[in-house]
Nanobody
């Protein structure tokens, strides 16, 4: 059974940066993608960034709201997923979750930023951006 543990959240001022980490342990068969999601109070969980198994630029997706500011990456040797966040805005305040899923490549292509494509989740790390 796979376990995902996020870290790196915290409080930062507008324009600041944070780097989130997600440590993955356990078996991850039939899992083509990993992703970062966030959920603000009273809002639905939304996809922020997703990366395919090979991890090259052609296998990365970003939501429009973070494109150009956030960078997703992964270290296969350390089984760790990262999210580098820069130029943070107040509206980036949320609980951030990492997830693993996409039993098929097609799942990532069609639903890479959708919660429906993911089957294992971490417990989240809080990011708070203040002005």
């Amino acid at each position: 059974q796979v376990q995902l543990v996020e870290s790196g959240g915290g409080s930062v001022q507008t324009g600041g940066s944070l780097k989130l980490s997600c440590a993955v342990s356990g078996s991850t068969p039939n899992s083509y993608c990993m992703g970062w999601f966030r959920q603000a109070p009273g809002k639905e969980r939304e996809g922020v960034a997703s990366i395919g198994n090979d991890g090259h630029d052609g296998q990365i997706k970003y939501s429009d709201s973070v494109k150009g500011r956030f960078t997703i990456s992964k270290d296969k040797t350390e089984n760790t997923l990262y999210l580098q966040m820069t130029s943070l805005k107040y509206e980036d305040t949320a609980m951030y979750y990492c997830a693993i899923g996409c039993p098929r490549v097609l799942d990532w292509l069609l639903r890479g930023l959708s919660t429906s494509a993911y089957n294992s989740w971490g417990l989240g790390t809080q990011v708070t951006v203040s002005s």
